[in-house]
C-alpha cells in the first residue's frame, strides 16, 4: 500500500501507521494511506522559524521574482497535476480553477513586488509630525514576523487552496507549514514534491504535514500566524484553541457560508439580465459538485418570476450530465469522499423538513462511465421557500453539494434582509442592469458580505463569476464567513507583517526607511544629481539652484506658449473677491520654471521624466518674487531589465522644493525620473 508522505525538517519522512485511508472519488478504489503520527510538532515549527531567516532577508523583489520562477515551473508540470486530480471528482474545468488558478496566484503576488520597496521590510504610510520645530517625527516600517504561517486548509481545492495561501506569505518573507486536507491532500503532495525537487524556495520556506496534524497547534506561538479554511464549526473550535488565545495569535478564518444571488427586480422573463442569472446559478450549483466555499446556497428572484426561473433553472439542472470526469461530455463529477455524500444528505433531509423539494436529479440519476455503488456521486437538488421569515433553515444549514434553495421576495430591502438572514457571507451577486439598484443593493448588503459581484450583459463577457476570488480583491466574509480576510493585493501581505511605529530625529527616520522627511539633512550633492549613476545617489543628497525673479513678461509668455488664460493669471480688474493681490503667476509656470534650474541639460545618466506626484501650490507668487529650488534625492526605487538587452535602470524620485525670498515654500512636487546604471549586468 502506498504511503503519502509529508515534507518537514528538510526531508520526505512517513508517520507511523496508518490515519486514514484514501479512495479514489470515481471508482473508490484505495489511493494510499496518510499519517502524521508520531511527528514532533514542536521541532517542525521551530524549523521553520529558524531555516526561515534566509526568506526574511530576501527583499520583496527578489521574492517577488521567486515566486514568477516558482509559477513558470508549476505550470511546465501542469499535466500530472491534472491526471491526478480527477480522483478528487473535479472536472477539468474543476481542476483548471483549482490547478491554474492557483498558479496563477503565484503570478499575481510576484507582480504585486514592484509596489514594495527593494527592501526586506515595508514603510507604511507618511511621516508623522510629533514636535514644534521638526526634529522629533515618527513613521511606521512593517517587518516580517519571526514565526511561521500554519496553513489548515479544505478539501475541496487542494492545489489552489495551498497556493492561494503561500504565494502572500511568501512574498511577505514568512515561512510556512501546508497541512491540507487529509482527504486531497495526495494531489498537494505530488506538487510539493515538485516545489522542493526545483529547488527554487530556500530550505525551511514551505513543510508540508500529510496527515490529520493533530497537536500542531499545540505549539503556535505569538509569532506565528494560523490560517483556516473550511467548516465554520470547525473554524471555531480551532479558533477557541488554548494556545491561540494565550499566546494571542493571529488567527485567519475564511468558513463555508450561505451565499445568495439575487435576480434584480429591474429583470424581466426573456432579458439577457435573465438568461444570465440562471446560467451563473446552475455553474455555481454544479461547479466542482457544488463544494466550494463561494457556491450560491439561497437564490433570491422576484415573486412574479419564482416560477419562470424554477423551470428555467429546472431545465438546466435536467441537462447536467453526471460521471467519470475523464469521459466524453460529463459536466459534473463526484463529490470528494463518500462521508462527503453522506453528510450532504444529512443536511437535504433537514432543510426538507422546512422547504420544497422543486427538482431531484437523484430519482433518476444516470452516470457516464461510473458505478454509483462504488463512487461519490451525488445529483444536484433544488429547494423552494416562500417563507424565508419563519422557515429559516436555508439560513443556517449549508449542504456543501449541488444544493441550492429558491426563495422569492417581495422587493429591493426584503431581498437584503434575506440576505443578511445568513448572518455573513463570503459573496453575494445581484443580476441588474440598473446601476441604480447595484448600488443600492451593493451599500445595503456590503455588511454583511466580503464581496459583491454585480453580473449584467455589459460585462458577462470578461466577469469572473459569482464564485472566483481574485487575487488582488480580498476573499474573506463577517460572521459566520470567518470575519477574516485574504489575498487582496498588499492588504493580504500586510497580514503576516508587524505594524511598528518609529520615532526620532528626520536623519534617522530617513535612514530607517530609505526616504527623504522633512527635516533631515540636506547635504549638497557633489557633481550634480543628473550626472550620477543610480547606485550612486544617496537619499537627501540636494542641489541648491539659482535663483529666478519673475516678471509680468513670464506670465504673458506662458499664458501665449500654454493657452492658460485663466483670468487670475491675465485680468488684474478681475481679482476683487478672490484671495490674491495682483495678477498671479501660473502654478505650471513656476513648476516648469523649477525644471529650468534644476535640470542639468548635458547628457549623462538620466533617461528621461517618468511622472509627477503630489504636486502642491502653497503660496501665490507675484511678479518680482524670487524663487529658488531645493532639489532632494527623495526615494530610490529598483527596477528590473525586462530583457538581456535592455538598459539596467531605477527610478529616482526627487523632491522638488520651490521658495521665494523670504524662505517660504511655493511649491512642493516630487517627479519621478528614470537614471541608468552603472553596472549594466544589473537585474
Known amino acids: 500500500m502506498h504511503t503519502y508522505q509529508s515534507y518537514v525538517r528538510g526531508e520526505w519522512v512517513s508517520g507511523e501507521g496508518s490515519e486514514l485511508t484514501l479512495t479514489n472519488a470515481i471508482t473508490g478504489e484505495s489511493l494510499g494511506d496518510i499519517s502524521a503520527k508520531g511527528f514532533d510538532f514542536a521541532a517542525i515549527l521551530q524549523y521553520g522559524r529558524e531555516q526561515g531567516k534566509t526568506l526574511r532577508s530576501m527583499t520583496f523583489h527578489q521574492r517577488g521574482l521567486m515566486l514568477k520562477k516558482l509559477a513558470l515551473f508549476l505550470l511546465e508540470n501542469k499535466a500530472k497535476y491534472y491526471n491526478l486530480s480527477y480522483a478528487t471528482g473535479a472536472t477539468k474545468i474543476d481542476s483548471w480553477v483549482d490547478i491554474e488558478g492557483g498558479i496563477g496566484n503565484l503570478f499575481a503576488n510576484a507582480s504585486l ?14 511621516a508623522a509630525p510629533l514636535s514644534k520645530n521638526g526634529t522629533f517625527i515618527g513613521h511606521h516600517i512593517m517587518v516580517p514576523k519571526r514565526g511561521v504561517a500554519v496553513h489548515i486548509n479544505a478539501f475541496n481545492f487542494p492545489i ?10 511568501l512574498l511577505a518573507g514568512v515561512p510556512c507549514v501546508v497541512k491540507p486536507s487529509e482527504y486531497t491532500g495526495y494531489l498537494t503532495e505530488i506538487m510539493v514534491r515538485d516545489i ?17 496534524g493533530h497537536g500542531i497547534l499545540d505549539h503556535v506561538t505569538h509569532q506565528d500566524i494560523v490560517t483556516f479554511t473550511g467548516s465554520a464549526a470547525t473554524g471555531k473550535k480551532l479558533k477557541a484553541h488554548p494556545r491561540i488565545l494565550e499566546e494571542s495569535v493571529q488567527f485567519n478564518m475564511e468558513a463555508d457560508s450561505l451565499n445568495a444571488s439575487i435576480l434584480g427586480p429591474d429583470v424581466k422573463a426573456g432579458d439577457e439580465e435573465f438568461d444570465l442569472f440562471v446560467k451563473e446559478v446552475h455553474r455555481e450549483m454544479t461547479s466542482k459538485a457544488g463544494q466550494k466555499c463561494t457556491a450560491v446556497r439561497r437564490i433570491l428572484v422576484p415573486h412574479h418570476l419564482a416560477e419562470d426561473v424554477q423551470i428555467a433553472l429546472g431545465k438546466r439542472l435536467a441537462k447536467t450530465t453526471i ?39 437523484g430519482k433518476d440519476m444516470q452516470l457516464i462511465n461510473a458505478d454509483a455503488a462504488k463512487g461519490a456521486f451525488m445529483a444536484p437538488v433544488l429547494m423552494r421557500n416562500d417563507d424565508p421569515f419563519n422557515k429559516t433553515a436555508c439560513h443556517n444549514i449549508e449542504a456543501f453539494g449541488p444544493v441550492s434553495t429558491l426563495i422569492p421576495y417581495n422587493d429591493l430591502d426584503e431581498a437584503v434582509a434575506i440576505t443578511a438572514m445568513g448572518k455573513g457571507s463570503l459573496v453575494t451577486s445581484i443580476v441588474t442592469n440598473d446601476d441604480r439598484i447595484a448600488t443600492e443593493f451593493a451599500v445595503e448588503a456590503a455588511p454583511y458580505n466580503g464581496r459583491i459581484l454585480v453580473l449584467n450583459r455589459r460585462c458577462a463577457k470578461e466577469s469572473t463569476g459569482h464564485g472566483s476570488p481574485m487575487p488582488l480583491l480580498t476573499h474573506g466574509g463577517p460572521g459566520r464567513a470567518g470575519g477574516g480576510e485574504e489575498m487582496g493585493g498588499m492588504r493580504g501581505v500586510m497580514h503576516y507583517l508587524q505594524r511598528t511605529a518609529v520615532q526620532g530625529h528626520p536623519d534617522t527616520i530617513t535612514a530607517m526607511t530609505g526616504i527623504y522627511q522633512p527635516g533631515a539633512t540636506r547635504p549638497e ?6 550626472r ?35 483670468y487670475a493669471h491675465m485680468d488684474a ?101 528614470m537614471v541608468k546604471k552603472r553596472d549594466q549586468g544589473t537585474i
Not at 114 to 121: C, I, S
Not at 160 to 169: C, F, H, Q, T
Not at 532 to 551: I, M, N, P, R, W
Request: with cysteine; charged share 25%.
Open 323 to 361: 460521471g467519470d470526469p475523464q469521459a466524453e461530455g460529463v459536466r459534473m463529477g463526484a463529490l470528494a469522499t463518500k462521508l462527503q455524500v453522506e453528510r450532504v444528505r444529512e443536511s437535504v433531509d433537514k432543510l426538507m423538513l422546512e422547504n420544497d423539494v422543486v427538482y431531484n436529479g
Open 573 to 673: 480688474t478681475s481679482l476683487e473677491g478672490t484671495i490674491f493681490e495682483q495678477r498671479v503667476a501660473h502654478g505650471y509656470f513656476v513648476l516648469s520654471k523649477a525644471a529650468g534650474l534644476f535640470v542639468d541639460a548635458k547628457k549623462g545618466p538620466v533617461l528621461l521624466n517618468y511622472g509627477l506626484d503630489e504636486c502642491r501650490f502653497t503660496k501665490p507668487v507675484y511678479p518680482g518674487a524670487t524663487i529658488g529650488v531645493k532639489f532632494t534625492v527623495k526615494e530610490k526605487l529598483d527596477q528590473e531589465k525586462r530583457s538581456d538587452d535592455d538598459i539596467a535602470k531605477g527610478i529616482v524620485k526627487f523632491l522638488v522644493d520651490v521658495y521665494d525670498e523670504t524662505g517660504e515654500t511655493v511649491a512642493l512636487a516630487t517627479i519621478l525620473t
Open 532 to 566: 550620477q549613476y543610480f547606485e550612486d545617489l544617496k537619499v537627501g543628497d540636494t542641489v541648491y539652484t539659482a535663483k529666478h525673479t519673475v516678471s509680468d513678461a513670464d506670465i504673458v509668455n506662458f499664458a501665449n506658449v500654454s493657452g492658460d488664460n485663466f
Open 160 to 169: 489552489w487552496g495551498m497556493l492561494e495561501k503561500i504565494a502572500v506569505n
Open 113 to 126: 513586488r514592484r509596489q514594495f520597496p527593494n527592501l526586506p521590510y515595508y514603510v507604511d504610510g507618511q
Open 525 to 530: 550633492a557633489n557633481p550634480h544629481v543628473f
Open 196 to 212: 522542493i525537487a526545483s529547488g527554487i524556495l530556500p530550505e525551511g520556506a514551505l513543510q508540508l504535514v500529510t496527515g490529520l
